[in-house]
């Protein structure tokens, strides 16, 4: 049912973020380009799907496909990525879906689709770029973007990794500011850029792809703070926030090795979550018990 699952707001959050940005910063972003990475993930998802389902080493429960992922990754996609040409939104949708089905530990992908998409569009081709000021430093984004987020990390419980990355940015962008003896305008200007503050709400809280342990996702997203200011002030890479996180998504699996936890896991759809270490463990103390 509609709305009865979180990734639903999601879906309608992001999209209303893509007709505000076209329809008050004046982007330069073909609604054809925007249908075309849409069409190119859903399809992409169904296929990879279908082929992982009938190969002779797939598991007896056949993996279900589903529109709600490939829909979130397309409205990310065409909400932080900007091309020349409607065949790089197509390889950064085919890369950003492929990327779950291939890059696994166990049966959890490591790296964020979205991001994996951007990254390859700007590896792979000459006319991908991302545009971090696209969204401005206006006020009112940033409490539009922190109301929508802060609404689905509340429902979800995974606030601590965006709290984790804005904090030890934050912090570190502060510091700078004042060994440099800036005004706090220039602080506030970068903490309040439209895409870092999209990117710590929607971007790095991917609930399949993070840390399952809290202390997890709090070192993760410290560490991807401190790469971010890195990449940024030192070697001046305006997409540095996007580079980190792709650096560092693979040590998801060592966080997960080193601090056991139970996997989100979506449970028939709905709102609810399952725990399933947590509902496992449980169900092994009472049978324990008995």
């Known amino acids: 049912m509609l ?29 054809s380009f925007i249908l075309i990475t849409i069409t190119t993930c859903l399809s992409a998802q169904w296929l990879l799907s279908l082929i992982i389902s009938h190969l002779p080493s797939a598991e007896t429960e056949t993996p279900k496909i589903n529109i709600r992922s490939p829909l979130i990754t397309a409205l990310g996609l065409s909400l932080l990525l900007r091309a020349d040409h409607w065949t790089t939104m197509a390889l950064a949708a085919i890369a950003a879906i492929t990327s779950k089905f ?3 530990i166990g049966n959890k992908h490591f790296f964020n689709p979205g991001n994996f998409g951007i990254i390859s569009a700007l590896v792979l081709t000459s006319d991908a770029w991302v545009s971090p000021g696209q969204w401005g430093d206006d006020w009112w984004y940033g409490l539009l973007f922190a109301g929508t987020g802060g609404l ?43 895409s870092l503050l999209l990117f710590a709400l929607f971007m790095v809280t991917d609930l399949r792809s993070i840390p399952n342990s ?20 030192n070697f001046f890479v305006s997409t540095g ?50």
């Not at 980190?244 to 040590?251: E, G």
Request: hydrophobic letters at 50%; proline letters at 2%.
């Open 102 to 104: 291939l890059f696994k």
């Open 3 to 31: 709305f009865k699952d979180i990734r639903d707001f999601q879906i309608l959050f992001l999209s209303l973020f893509l007709a505000l940005g076209i329809g008050t910063r004046d982007w330069t972003l073909h609604p």
């Open 214 to 233: 809290r202390w997890g996702r709090i070192l993760w997203a410290t560490c991807i703070a401190i790469l971010t200011f890195i990449l940024r002030n």
């Open 152 to 194: 689905i990390l509340q429902r979800v419980g995974r606030w601590d990794t965006t709290a984790a990355f804005l904090g030890a940015y934050g912090i570190l962008e502060a510091i700078r500011n004042f060994w440099l003896g800036w005004t706090w305008d220039v602080f506030s200007h970068r903490l309040m850029s439209g």
């Open 241 to 290: 926030v996007f580079w980190a996180l792709f650096t560092l998504a693979p040590f998801t699996a060592l966080i997960d090795f080193l601090w056991k936890a139970p996997r989100f896991a979506w449970k028939n759809e709905e709102t609810q979550y399952v725990e399933t270490l947590h509902v496992t463990s449980l169900h092994n103390l009472s049978t324990t018990n008995n």
